[in-house]
């Protein structure tokens, strides 16, 4: 055993990438670990070897996260074993091309496991922490939250939306005892791209972070108590300057007056030009 217990940490997409890799750090942290994902193979492998490095008990739930019936006995396992204190919404997939690129079924798949899943996870998880006063969710969404034109609007709508999930359930709970991170990874080298049909050292030369790196620096930014955690965003000025103009538009959205370009003898917008 390297850490004394922290409870019993459930990570989606934990048979590769970023998922893996938050696998070995909790379990090294001193959490018990259930891993969730379809590749029981590769699940069964990584708790055989993390059992034998850490002592931690290391349970295998393999789900389909778009298929209901699956997903449900997640949700069941979070509603049901108080010795869970963490949830790490970790699972995702990207397209292979945009909106128009593909068919009804990769798009619903998406929605599934990058939409659906972390929502019901994050709705059972949250409901059995706020009812101990204590626990810990870590969405993992990305840096295209805030970029579209980067890729694509479906997945980048997919990671604002656990962006907005998280920032509006942190304030919600905070005062619980029950705290909420978003992560928000740059492009970080992992299987993620092969499986999509991208390079992302071609896509983006000189700028795919190590994933041992991403998630190192994502756990200090939960130390550190952040909402939101950026590794690769270097001038933390930046965000907060976003973040600040986002919520100095908020009080001036709603009105019951239409804006004067929009008044018929006014003229043309201006906005989205
Ligand atoms: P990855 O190596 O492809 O890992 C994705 C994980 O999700 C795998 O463990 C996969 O396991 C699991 N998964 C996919 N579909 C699933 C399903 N239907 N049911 C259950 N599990 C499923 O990619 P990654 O980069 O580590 O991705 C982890 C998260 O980081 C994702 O949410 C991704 O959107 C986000 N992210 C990644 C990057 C990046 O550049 N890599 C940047 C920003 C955000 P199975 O195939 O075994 O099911």
Redesign the pocket.
Known sequence: MTNPTQGTALI????????AVYADRLARRGHDLIL????VA?LEALAAALREQTGRTIDVLP????DTTELARVQDRLTSDPAITMLVN?????LNGSLLENGPDALQ?LIA??ITAPTLLAHAAGVAFVERGAGTIVN?????AMAPELLDGVYSGS?AYLLNLSIDLAGRVGATGVRVQAVL????R????Q?SGKD?DTLMPGKVMA?DDLVDAALLGLDHGETVTIPSLHDEALWTAYDAARLALAPNLSHRDVARRYRAATGRSTLAA
């Open positions: 989606t997409g934990a048979s590769s990438g970023i998922g969730v994902a379809r590749d590769r789900a389909d996260l778009a970790n699972a995702g997939v990207s798949r496991v990058n993992i969404a990305s840096v295209l990671k990874p740059g492009a970080t992992t299987e993620i791209w499986r992302a994933v």
